[in-house]
């Protein structure tokens, strides 16, 4: 079987992924965790194994996803992330467009399924991708606010800011000048 990647649905809290790896080792399966929060299982994993889980899972409150609802989340989260990450400018396409491309029809029990796992929506998914570009931009491009809010399709410059501020506790500008006294640092040493 190779490897199969899995996710659980409700497993948003510390406490549930620690409970998770407990009952992962206590298994004794091999496995490694995505930074999306997916479980790898390395190596052969049987059908049984897999209800095995499951059924302490369930017990716990926690629901491991069946190989296609997971390989779904896994193409939403690629999807956004390709096309925040690796676009050079946002297409002009609503992410509901491109998510709609990406699954196909009845996209909406999927994207349920996406909340119940990452313990967010797909738009606060997409909102916090978004603020990671920026915080990239602001780090590693030397564009004004204006041309990143343009590059990723905000409304305006003011939306930008707020939602940066919303999400870091910082304006861009703060942001952007600690960098700089960091990097000021380091070469003063």
């Known amino acids: ?7 659980v649905k409700y497993m948003v809290s510390l406490r549930c992924k ?5 009952e992962l080792e206590k298994a004794g399966l091999k496995y490694a965790v995505s930074p999306h929060g997916a479980i790898e299982f390395l190596g052969e994993t049987t059908p049984t194994q897999f209800e095995e889980l ?12 069946d190989e296609n609802d997971s390989m779904l989340i896994d193409r939403i989260i690629n999807t956004v992330i390709e096309v925040v990450h690796d676009s ?3 297409p ?5 467009d491109i998510i709609d491309r990406s699954l196909g029809s009845g996209s909406e029990s999927i994207l349920k399924i996406f909340s119940d796992v990452k313990g967010i929506s797909i738009m606060q998914f997409i909102i916090l991708q978004k603020v990671d570009r920026v915080k990239e931009l602001l780090l ?9 809010s343009k590059k990723l399709r905000y409304k305006n410059e003011h939306y930008l800011i707020a939602q940066f501020k919303k999400h870091t506790g910082l304006s861009p500008t703060y942001f952007k000048k600690l960098r700089n006294e960091r990097m000021s640092v380091l070469q003063e040493v």
């Open 92 to 96: 002009n396409l609503s992410f509901d």
């Open 1 to 7: 079987m190779g490897s199969t990647k899995r996710y």
């Open 18 to 22: 620690m409970t998770v790896k407990e």
């Open 140 to 148: 590693y491009d030397n564009l004004s606010l204006s041309e990143i």
């Open 54 to 65: 499951d059924e302490v899972l369930l017990a716990l409150g926690l629901e491991l996803l």
């Open 88 to 90: 050079d400018e946002l």
